[in-house]
């Protein structure tokens, strides 16, 4: 167990909806990471939250929008799903920002059918 | 521009050690890591190596540094079945954003 938890593991949705996924960061992490993981992409960086407020951006789309709460969680907003939407969802967290590395959760796998 | 470079596959034998290597093009990189992902979990850090050291040992692993030429790889000594995973290479740039390779899936032959 990182510290890091991701919920939920998997999720099945059609196109056009509308899911949230959740992260809690490591206890003492002030920062959450966003990153999307495909088989044609990579791994890519969508968005970081540092205490609160978005830090940096990445590849996010417009239709894709997150935040992170007083209680430091952070949810992943993605709407108007699409085939290509599908994709393992990765959230990490570090005490500030990356220079000692990311703790990882284990994910969470969307497909959209 | 931002770009981390890695071979896609590695096959070694049991017993045998294993040497990942990756290039990057940004030279104000401050950090570079070394990530592990085993099927179905999420990425491990494994090591990291400050910007300005050429090596660091780490048991098993050794990460040699050439900020010149910009790469960066991993030695596993004595590499194990259990070592097989997706090795990804990451480095971090002035505004803490961590760039990530695309992954060397490692096999380890008994």
Known sequence: DSGVTQTPKHLITATGQRVTLRCSP????????????????????????????????????ERFSAQQFPDLHSELNLSSLELGDSALYFCASSPDGASLGYTFGSGTRLTVV | GEDVEQSLFLSVREGDSSVINCTYTD???TYLYWYKQEPGAGLQLLTYIFSNMDMKQDQRLTVLLNKKDKH??????????????????AESILDDKVIFGPGTSLSVIP
Not at chain 1, 41 to 52: A, D, E, M, S
Request: charge should be negative.
């Open chain 2, 72 to 89: 960066l790889s991993l030695r596993i000594a004595d590499t194990q079945t259990g070592d097989s995973a997706i090795y990804f290479c």
């Open chain 2, 27 to 29: 030279s104000s990189s």
């Open chain 1, 26 to 61: 490591r206890s003492g992490d002030l920062s959450v990471y966003w990153y999307q993981q495909s088989l044609d992409q990579g791994l890519q960086f969508l968005i970081q939250y540092y205490n609160g407020e978005e830090r940096a951006k990445g590849n996010i789309l």
